[in-house]
């Protein structure tokens, strides 16, 4: 028989806890092991149980509301301390920060209240059911989607998406092939994890591009705002397990040489696709031609290799495909010319094709 | 498991807000302010003053980030920060509250049968009974009853905060659950015997249907 201090003292043994929560569930055999164990009676054991019990204590509801309040104020009180160390800011503009705060945190907390009460019982379902969403944009356009979280995904030409119906708490994964421009909603709990390529990303907010195409030997991420980190599944990149990209950068990396460059040039430059502009700086003539191919849906073929490698500086908005080979000829001696249009087996034309040839 | 990941959680927290992450420290507010309420109003029932104190925590966290060290546990520090501010508050505002300095610890730490969870393992008559024995337990007794089993604090840490040394903190819980011990022990032996009779009663029922 086990003196008192001993037998009272289970209480706060984290083992011996776990099995005070599941007596109930316990067999005779399972609670006669627990006797044996720990030396004690089924009186001992009863005594416990109220004791355990007895100091469940309730958990303290504290209205969100009150606690964005809370936090509202700390943050005003916070920006007041330091204007008034320069003392140049009246208390006018002060209270206006603070009536700012306060409104931009009652909407979401309106919205909030009236989620939980109105879309909670869907929110349940849709967790409980969650299917993978593949979104892919068709040849010679862009398409935008939204993901289950919020985010924006600005999809370019011949390139697809694959995500949940639904993101679980723990994760948010996408899985990428083409490009894609990505406006993330901020979540520091759930980062949100892109597979691109051979790459991983990890996204901690907010606005990034990734280009991965599967045709490819190598995966570009700009990164315009925020904090992304790449991985590879199959080793460090330069020694690190997240290589970290800054804003401003664009890194090129090769995952079967783990090379990889950085560049911090404009990302205007990467980007820019998204809203429809072609930007060519200091790109070769091939590389011209394999966009244009990409956004316009078609089959545009060189046929003189030696135009390959020219270098072009170029920027389109809104021209068609005519417009901007004819302008280039303005630049670089090449003629083209139209193939007529094949019909296939099934009814339907193949892509129309362009031949370059020097001129 | 959800132990290490809320540990993992907070470690992330504290050391972006360290970095200067505004967005670190309003979820680190938001995710500790209850608790600390709680914790607070418990020392000193005063709700603004409270909320006062909490900020003033805060604030001092995020103007000293730089040279902030990385803590184990980021809840056992904002509690002890959140006493010691209580204190220290207590000191220089006494003339402003209504309850005086002296009478002050007599409110600490009371709880009410309210605070605490039905459970089908104990009747509320034994309830009231814990309710009663734990209220009158020495203040440093029942604020180590809501430091272990509501804010899930260890050893080191509740002796941190009490200000003790960690045997004393440990002699301290184990007379102090002697005595709940004792106190629920006569009058479960008789809510034993009551449970049998009622269990009697039914299986007599049952038999006439």
């Known amino acids: 028989m086990k003196r008192d201090e001993d037998i009272s003292i289970l209480i706060t043994d984290k083992n011996f806890q776990k099995l005070l929560s599941e007596w109930s569930s316990f067999n005779e055999e399972k609670k006669a092991e627990v006797y044996n164990e720990y030396g004690l009676t089924a009186k001992d054991v009863e005594i416990l149980l109220q004791l355990w019990f007895g100091l469940d204590f309730q958990s303290f509801d504290h209205p969100k509301a009150l606690i964005e309040e809370a936090l509202a104020e700390t943050v005003w009180k916070m920006a007041e301390g330091k204007n008034t160390h320069s003392g140049k800011r009246p208390i006018r503009r002060l209270y206006e920060q603070f009536a700012r705060i306060a409104a931009i945190l009652i909407i979401p907390i309106i919205i909030y209240t009236t989620y939980i009460q109105f879309f909670k019982v869907d929110q349940d379902l849709a967790e409980a059911t969650s299917q993978m969403i593949t979104v892919s944009s068709q040849a010679g356009t862009i398409t935008n989607t939204t993901l289950p979280d919020g985010s924006k995904v600005c999809l370019n030409a011949g390139s697809s998406i694959s995500y949940p119906s639904h993101f679980d708490g723990s994760t948010r994964n996408v899985l990428l092939t083409g490009e894609a421009f990505f406006q993330v909603v901020k979540n520091k709990k759930v980062p949100m994890v892109v597979s691109a390529g051979n790459v991983n990303l990890k996204v901690y907010g907010t606005s990034f591009n990734v280009n991965a195409f599967p045709s490819e030997e190598s995966v570009r991420v700009t990164l315009v705002e925020g904090s992304v980190s790449l991985s590879s599944p199959s080793g460090k ?32 430059f990467y980007t820019a696709w998204k809203d429809g502009i072609l930007v060519f700086r200091n790109n070769t003539f091939a590389t011209v031609l394999k966009q244009l191919s990409r956004k316009f849906n078609m089959d545009i073929e060189l046929k003189d290799q030696s135009l390959a490698s020219i ?18 000829s303005l630049g670089t001696p090449f003629r083209y010319y139209y193939e007529s249009p094949r019909k296939l087996p099934d009814g339907t034309f193949a892509k129309s094709k362009i031949f370059i040839v020097k001129n | 498991m959800v132990e290490f990941s809320e540990h993992t959680e907070d470690k992330v927290l504290w050391h972006d807000l360290k970095s200067g992450d505004k967005f670190c420290f309003n979820q680190l507010f938001r995710k500790y302010y ?50 010691r501010m209580i204190l220290a508050q207590k000191g220089k505002e006494k003339d402003k509250h209504n309850i005086e300095i002296g009478k002050a610890e007599n409110y600490s730490f009371f709880f009410d049968v309210n605070e605490f969870e039905k459970h089908e393992e104990i009747s509320d008559e034994i309830r009231k ?21 509501y ?35 006569e009058k479960s032996l008789n809510s034993m015997k009551n449970m049998f009779f009622l269990l009697f009663s039914s299986v007599s029922v049952k038999k006439i249907e």
């Open chain 1, 237 to 268: 990149i330069k020694n690190k397990d997240e290589y970290f990209i800054e804003p401003g950068q664009t890194v090129t990396y090769f995952d079967d040489s783990k090379k990889l460059t950085v560049q911090n040039e404009d990302t205007f």
């Open chain 1, 311 to 328: 270098p072009m500086d170029a920027t389109f908005r809104d021209e068609n495909v005519n417009e901007i080979l004819r302008l280039l």
């Open chain 2, 34 to 83: 209850p608790e600390l309420y709680y914790y607070g109003i418990k020392i000193f029932p005063d709700p603004d003053f409270i909320k006062e104190c909490i900020q003033k925590v805060f604030i001092r966290v995020w103007e000293t980030r730089g040279s902030l060290a990385e803590v184990d546990n980021v809840k056992s520090y904002l509690i002890v920060s959140v006493r």
């Open chain 2, 129 to 149: 009974v814990l309710l009663t024995a734990i209220n009158s337990l020495t203040k440093n007794q029942r604020e180590m009853i809501m430091l272990f089993f």
């Open chain 2, 151 to 185: 804010h899930e604090l260890t050893y080191p840490e509740i002796a941190q905060i009490l200000e003790i040394s960690i045997p004393a903190a440990r002699n301290l819980m184990y007379r102090t659950l002697i005595h709940l011990r004792e106190s629920i022990g």
